[in-house]
C-alpha cells in the first residue's frame, strides 16, 4: 500500500532536450498535486517517469509504505494506476469485455466491477462496441476500470478533457472520495481540479 | 582498457593517431600478403584463380569479426549505456555488411571457375550470406526508427540476439550442407589448403583486420562528431 | 496462474478477432502454395520434387508476416502501458502473446500444411511429420518472432521489416525442419532434425521473452 511518494533531484530528458531538473515532490496519503505548465514542459513525461516507463536523467522516485520503502518495480505493478492520453481500449471489443478484461488485470472484483461502472453512469453501454461509443463515453468508462480496483496511487494525464460539466463534477466526487480514502493523485492538467490540491507547475 | 577508451575525450584522442597508424600497417600487411600471394605457384585443381583466396578468406573473416564487434558494442551500450558504445555499433554496422558483401562476390567470383556456376550453396557461402542478412537487419531496423535513443536500443537488443542465435547458425548451415552432400559437387569445407598458401593468408588476414579496425575508428568519429554537431545544432535552436 | 490464464484468453480472442488471424494466414499459404506450380508449370515431377520444401517455405511466410500486429496493437493504442501496470512481468506478458500467436495462428498452419505439400504432390504418409515439424516449427517463429516484432516497435514499417529481421534468425528452425521432411521422403532418419527443431523452438520459448520484455520497455520511453 503506497503511503508516500517522494521524488527527489528528479532530472527528465527527452530526445535531445532536458526537460527539467532537480525536480522535488513529496505526496503523501490523502494529497493530490496538479501538474501544470504549457505544452511541452514535461507534464506527461514526468507521469511516465513515475508510473516507470521512463529512465530519469538523474534523481529518484520512492515509493513508501506504512512500513518502509517499497520496490518500485512492485509497487507500480500492485497499486498504481495509470491513465494516458490514450485509453488502450480496443475498438472491436464490446465495452463489457474490456472493462472487465482491465478490472481483473489491475485486481478487482466482479461485483467492484459492475459497482464501478454504475457509479460511472456507463453500465447501460456495457453491451455496445467500443468503437459505438462517443469520447466522453469511453473516457467514463477507462474511469470505471479505475475506481473498480483499488490501487492507491492514480497518475491522471489530463483526465477530465473529453467529459462533460456533469462527469467533470461526477468525477471530482470520485477523485475526493480517493482521497479521503488514502489514496494519492498525481494529475497533470491544464485548468484546476475540482478537488483542489496543491499545484506544481512546470515551466520549460 | 575499454573502460578507459570510454571516455568519448580520450576515445577520440586514442583514434586520432590509431586510425592512420592501422591504416598504414593495413596496406603493409595486404600489399605483403598479396605479394607473396601471387609469387606463390599456382593450385593444382585451381590454376591461378586461387588467387581469389586471398581476397575472399580474409573478408569473410573479418565480417564475422564485424558482427562480433557488433555484438560486444551494443551489449556495453545495454549494460553500461555508453553512448559510445552506440556509436561504435552505429558505425561497424554498414562496415560490416560491406566486408561481408565484398566476401559474397568474391566468393562467386572464386567459385565460377571451379565449379563453373555463378553461386554455389556451400556452409561457407551461404553462412556469410545470413551474416548478411542479420547486417541488412541491423541497418533496417535503426532506419526505421525515428527517435535515434530508441532506434539504438532496439537494435542493439538485436544485435545480441543475433550473436547468441550465430553459433546455432553456423551449426546448422554446417549440418545442412552435410546431409546434403552427395548431391552437390564439392567437398565440405572447401579446398584444402596447402602450406605454401597459409603465411600469405595470414598477412592478408592481419591486413584486413587492421584495416576493419582502422576503418571502424574512423567511421566511429564520425558518428560522434555527427552527434555532437547536432547538439550544437539543437542547443542553438532553443536559444 | 489466473494472471496468465487470463492474459492468454484475451490474446486469444484478440488473435481469432475480426480481420485478421487463422484465416489470413490460412489464405496466405494457400496463395503462396498456388504460385509455385504457376510459376514453374504444373508438372507433377517436377512439383514432387519440391513439394515438401516449398510447403515449408510457405509456412514460413505465412508464419512472419502473422507477426506485425503481434505487440503493434497494444502499443498503438496505450494497452502495452496498462499491460506493464498488472501482475504479469513483460517477460510473462510477452510469452503469452507469442504462445497465443502459435495457438491461433500457428497450430491452423500446422494443420494446413500437410495439405499444402500433397496438392504439390508430397506423398500421403509424409502428412503427419509434415504437420508435426509445422507445429513445432510455428512454436519456434512465434517465439523469435516476436522477438522481431518487439524490437521494431518504435518503427514505422511493420511487417516486411519484421520478416527481415526475423528470417536469419530463424535459419536453423528452416533448415532443421526442412531436414526432417526431406529425410523421411528420401527414405533417411528423420528423427534428428525434428529433436533439433523441438530443442531450438524450446530454447526460443526460454529465452526470447527477455528480449521482448526489453525491446517492449525500450519502446515504451
Known sequence: MIRRLVLQSLGVQRGERILFEGLNLDLAAGEAVTLTGPNGAGKTSLLRVVAGFIAPLRGSVCFEAATGALEPGEARRADCHFLGHQDGLKAARTARDELVFWARWTGSSPAGTIAAAERLGVDRLLDLEVRQLSAGQRRRLVL?????????????????????????????EIMAAHLEAGGLILAAAHD????????????? | MISALANPHRFMAFSRWAAPVL???????????????????????????????FIHVPAAWVAMIAYACLGGASFFYLVFRHALADA????????????????????????????????????????????????VGYIALRSAIDDEAKAGRAAAILALVGLINLPIIKFSVDWWNTLHQGESIFRAGGPTLAPVYLLPLALAGLGYIAAFGSLWLVRTRAEVWRRRAVSVALQAAVQ | MTALVL??????????????????????????????????????????????????????????????RLFERDFEDGALELLALGPLPFEAVGAVKCAAQWIATGAPLALGSPIAAIALGAPLRAAPLIAAVALAGGLAFAFVGGAGAAVALASRRGGVLIAVIVLPLAVPPIIFGGASIWAFTAGLPWETGLALLGAYALAAVALTPFAMAAACRNALS
Open chain 3, 7 to 68: 492474459l492468454l484468453r484475451r490474446e486469444l480472442t484478440l488473435a481469432w478477432g475480426r480481420g485478421g488471424g487463422p484465416m489470413l494466414a490460412l489464405a496466405f499459404l494457400a496463395a503462396a502454395t498456388a504460385a509455385l506450380p504457376l510459376a514453374i508449370g504444373p508438372s507433377p515431377a517436377r512439383l514432387a520434387a519440391v513439394a515438401v520444401g516449398a510447403a515449408w517455405v510457405s509456412l514460413v511466410l505465412a508464419t512472419l508476416l502473422s507477426l506485425d
Open chain 2, 88 to 135: 561504435a555499433a552505429k558505425a561497424v554496422a554498414p562496415l560490416g555488411a560491406a566486408f561481408t558483401l565484398m566476401a559474397l562476390v568474391t566468393g562467386s567470383l572464386w567459385g565460377r571457375p571451379m565449379w563453373g556456376a555463378w553461386w554455389v550453396w556451400d556452409a561457407r557461402l551461404t553462412s556469410v550470406l545470413v551474416l548478411f542478412l542479420l547486417f
Open chain 2, 23 to 53: 591504416g598504414v600497417l593495413a596496406a603493409l600487411l595486404i600489399a605483403a600478403g598479396l605479394a607473396l600471394g601471387f609469387a606463390a605457384p599456382p593450385d593444382y585443381q585451381q590454376g591461378e584463380t586461387v588467387r581469389i583466396m
Open chain 1, 192 to 204: 484546476p481540479l475540482p478537488m483542489g490540491g496543491r499545484e506544481l507547475a512546470l515551466r520549460r
Open chain 1, 144 to 172: 470505471a476500470r479505475l475506481i473498480a480496483a483499488p490501487r492507491s496511487l492514480w497518475l491522471l494525464d489530463e483526465p477530465l478533457s473529453p467529459l462533460d460539466g456533469a462527469s467533470r463534477g461526477l468525477f471530482g
